[in-house]
């Protein structure tokens, strides 16, 4: 039998970066708030110190910080007609699980993303005239713009103090910066990390093709930093474990080291761990939520009524969540309508290689998880796409994240993939290789999408997501275009071989790419094409604020956090500022 709770004014379901911030938005509004979070309680300390933080086998090969696959997956194929297989091991990407959610083992790499992102569709039409994108995809103006959002990216890099040098402040260029990046009303709170010597190798060879290479941005800190809600960072001391762990210097904006010691101390709040939300509950007519019901952490069936649902899951875990509550139409991809699970995105990597010779030692074992040096020259519409037949673009440069053992062993192309031969390799070339990431950006396309799987289901009988997922044709021309450039830079770095090529198809569950999911829950002017408003209101049920990556109508060419930070920010001054006051519809379509 269901027991229910007490009712509160608003429940968030995942506590992860959104989670927090919206929550911590509503509690200062005078809300009575629980965070329902389906992974354990955890904080820096006692749960991640030396020396387990930095357990490879652990953390990286086991991925003890992910969701446990064994009670909730994915299922995958590339095109619609095939049947899905679950993904029994996480590997393509990696949602986490537990109070903080995926920041508290990310990288750290921040972006904004352009001013034409928000506008895609007017600004490719304007550019390049109106038949120049392929009807195939499903570009569209995301309803709010990069000014709209300016000031929540400022608010979101000050609470996870950005380490940056901009290269455009309020229009006017900067030395060191990014000079192609979007304007920014103040500088970053802190100064960029130290560029590695990878990067001053990058730098040289970019510069001398006339790019234009920066220091790219860290929620790694470069000095002792104290957040606007009185919380302190330590700076990072490039121990290499940032990707896939908790960082035990408190040294790694997440949730857990910039918000929840606050949030937590707030008796409005109350974080319930080990909650696994089922579904939100709708009224009889489905138009209004009534709240959540979940699993506790005794494994009895819990009904929270709220006045105000928060679907805060991370980017797919909010399409499945949408898709059991029966909110918004499943998307159809064989006729194109419906909304929820349209759009799906994801990023479209690829690297160059640059092997040197001994002399040249590159120490990748000294590194945080957002150590690069990049350009930004390829990138979304830093460039003309006319002669090139594609949209979208990508970030090029050495990210270096740590050279762990088990996990970095670069090898030259023709080695042996086992035996003496391959070992003696790796031991040659892990301290004289260069990896140079080409972070492509994602278009939408009809067939790439989300919906509940027919066949497998979670360990609480309910179907798993079926990812439907292939590189767009588009995708893999610009990725055979951004990596050509990166080829011609690594020829020009001394080494005395590049290796490395462009993305290609098909894509593989087995395969990390990155953790930047996005699409399924779009936002949108359109209620026949997206499921949330400007303001990220659900369009069919007004008391249910959906948020995330899930909210992008594509992938730009960078990291989606900084993005998802200032949607988070976005969506809760709207609902502090408009709809607690009017609770209702806040766009009418
Ligand atoms: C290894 C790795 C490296 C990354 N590096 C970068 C990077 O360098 N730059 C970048 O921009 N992005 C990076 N990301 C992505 C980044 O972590 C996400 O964009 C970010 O965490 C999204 O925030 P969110 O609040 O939407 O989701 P999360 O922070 O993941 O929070 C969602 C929370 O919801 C919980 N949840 C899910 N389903 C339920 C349910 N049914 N019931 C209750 N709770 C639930 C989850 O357990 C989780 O705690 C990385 C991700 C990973 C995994």
Redesign the pocket.
């Known amino acids: 039998m269901t027991r229910t709770r007490k009712p509160v004014d608003a429940v968030v ?7 927090s911030i919206v929550a911590k938005a509503l509690v200062d509004a005078g809300l009575s708030v629980v965070g ?4 354990p309680a955890r904080d820096i300390v006692p749960d991640f110190q030396a020396p387990d933080a930095h357990d490879e086998l652990k953390y990286s090969v086991r991925k003890n910080l ?2 446990d696959a064994a009670k909730e997956t994915f299922t995958f194929r590339n095109r619609p007609g095939q049947t899905a297989l679950p993904m029994r091991r996480l590997e393509m ?11 508290v ?7 904004r993303f352009q001013e034409s992102d928000f506008v895609l569709r007017s600004h490719l039409r304007d550019r390049y005239g109106p038949n120049f994108v392929d009807p195939a995809l499903g570009i569209a103006d995301w309803g709010v713009t990069y000014a709209d959002l300016e000031p929540h990216y400022d608010r979101f890099e000050r609470l996870y103090g950005v380490c940056g040098k901009t290269g455009n402040l309020a229009g006017v260029r900067q030395p060191g910066g990014n000079p192609l990046e979007a304007p920014r009303s103040r500088e970053y709170p802190n100064p960029p990390m130290k560029e590695l010597y990878a990067g001053r190798l990058f730098r040289n060879a970019a510069e001398s093709l006339g790019y234009h290479p920066f220091v790219g941005a860290s929620c790694n800190l470069t000095r002792a930093y104290t957040n606007p809600l009185g919380l302190t960072l330590q700076p990072c001391v490039y121990c290499g474990f940032c ?2 762990y908790a960082c035990e210097q408190f040294a790694k904006a997440s ?1 857990l080291t910039t918000i929840l010691p606050v949030l937590r101390a707030n008796r409005r709040f109350e974080l319930r761990a080990q ?4 579904r939100v509950n709708v009224d009889r007519d489905g138009r209004r939520a009534t709240g959540v019901t ?1 699993v506790d952490a005794a494994g009895r069936e819990t009904f929270q009524p709220a006045s105000l649902v928060i679907v ?4 797919v ?1 909010n399409v499945r ?1 949408l898709l059991l509550s029966g909110i918004g139409t499943p998307y159809d991809s064989r006729t194109d309508t419906g909304t929820v699970g349209r759009n799906y995105a994801f990023q479209t990597i690829s690297a160059a290689t640059v092997f040197y010779d001994q002399s040249v030692r590159i120490n990748p074992f000294m590194a945080s ?2 150590t690069g040096t990049y350009i930004d020259d390829f990138s979304g519409e830093n460039f003309d796409h006319g002669p090139h037949g594609f949209v979208g673009g990508g970030f090029i440069g050495p990210l270096l994240t740590g050279g762990r053992p088990i996990e970095f062993r670069p090898v030259p192309p023709g080695t042996p993939r086992w035996g003496r031969e391959w070992k003696a390799a790796v031991a040659r070339h892990y301290n004289h290789t260069v990896n140079i990431l080409c972070h492509g950006s994602s278009m939408p396309v009809r067939t790439n999408c989300l919906d509940l799987d027919p066949s497998y289901r979670d360990a609480w009988g309910q179907p798993l997501l079926r990812v439907t997922y292939d590189f767009p044709d588009n995708d893999l021309k610009m990725s055979r275009f951004i990596t050509a450039k990166a080829m011609e830079i690594a020829q020009r770095m001394g080494g005395q071989r590049v290796g490395g090529g462009p993305r290609s198809g098909p894509a593989m569950a087995t395969q990390y790419q ?3 999911n996005t699409g399924g829950t779009i936002m949108g002017d359109d209620p026949k094409r997206a499921v949330v408003n400007r303001y990220l209101q659900s369009w069919d049920v007004p008391n249910v604020f959906v ?3 899930s909210n992008f109508v594509h992938n730009g060419s960078y ?4 993005t ?1 930070g200032a949607l ?1 920010y976005w969506a809760a001054e709207a609902l502090t500022g408009r709809y607690l006051k009017q609770p209702g519809a806040l766009v009418t379509a």
């Open positions: 379901v995942g506590v992860g970066l959104v989670g329902l979070e389906r992974g992910m969701v990407f990696l949602p986490g699980s537990g109070v903080g959610g995926s920041t083992h990310w990288n750290g790499v921040v972006f990707e896939r949730p909650a696994q939300v089922l979940y805060a899951a991370y980017a875990n969540l998880g957002a990155s953790t930047h948020i995330g990556a990291t989606p956090t900084g998802v988070a």
